[in-house]
T-cell receptor, first 114, second 114 residues
Framework: GAGVSQSPRYKVTKRGQDVALRCDPI?????LYWYRQALGQGPEFLTY????????KSGLPNDRFSAERPEGSISTLTIQRTEQRDSAMYRC????????????FGPGTRLTVL | AQTVTQSQPEMSVQEAETVTLSCTYD???????LFWYKQPPSRQMILVIR??????QNATENRFSVNFQKAAKSFSLKISDSQLGDAAMYFC???????????FGAGTILRVKS
């Protein structure tokens, strides 16, 4: 079946603007995760959802970052008042269930803040 | 807290030869899962192989196999009969049994020479 999809694939914005990044997980996957990956580094955890419940947001860098998954499927990561340091690849992953199941990643959204 | 270390920033291999990528990790969890992900130039994040720490048998997937040494906290990836399409960044990652955050290493760039 279809894998994890993310949109947009590329986003260029000006400093101070808000951006919304979308993730559509694999159908039937209960858990959804957001990671951020700087160039030349491994992904770092931001937050995750089990169904619609956000169960861990300890990786969100500050209160400009928020995420939601209102119906337990599609998720949106929102960054308010973007700063240049927010530029990175934002990756979404989903797994069939919480914990031990393999996380499958989407293609990522490359965010550039000018 | 968990840490994952990939000590080889870059590796090269001749086509059809075998290469081993190193990974060490540290975790206080009694049970956990280990992964290798491949990131080709397209920057997709593709699962290569998964190992459950409670299993003594090393995981294999076609030309990919691991050498899992639990006592040494070592989890290396062996690629046999290397192909040009294997050229990518490879990330080692650890997931605790009841956790949700994948912790990644910094990655190893693999170059395949024809």
């Amino acid at each position: 079946g279809a894998g994890v999809s993310q949109s947009p694939r590329y986003k260029v914005t000006k400093r101070g603007q808000d951006v919304a990044l979308r993730c559509d997980p694999i159908s039937g996957h209960v858990s959804l995760y957001w990671y951020r990956q700087a160039l030349g580094q491994g992904p770092e955890f931001l937050t995750y959802f089990n169904y619609e419940a956000q169960q861990d947001k300890s990786g969100l860098p500050n209160d400009r970052f928020s995420a939601e998954r209102p119906e337990g499927s599609i998720s949106t990561l929102t960054i308010q008042r973007t700063e240049q340091r927010d530029s990175a690849m934002y990756r979404c992953a989903s797994s069939l269930a919480l914990g031990t199941d393999t996380q499958y990643f989407g293609p990522g959204t490359r965010l550039t803040v000018l | 807290a968990q840490t994952v270390t990939q000590s080889q920033p870059e590796m090269s291999v001749q086509e059809a030869e075998t290469v081993t990528l190193s990974c060490t990790y540290d975790t206080s969890e009694s049970d956990y899962y280990l992964f290798w992900y491949k990131q080709p130039p397209s920057r997709q994040m593709i699962l290569v192989i998964r190992q459950e720490a409670y299993k003594q048998q090393n995981a294999t997937e076609n030309r990919f196999s691991v050498n899992f040494q639990k006592a040494a906290k070592s989890f290396s990836l062996k690629i046999s009969d290397s192909q040009l399409g294997d050229a990518a960044m490879y990330f080692c990652a650890c997931l605790p049994e009841y956790g949700n955050k994948l912790v990644f290493g910094a990655g190893t760039i693999l170059r395949v020479k024809s």
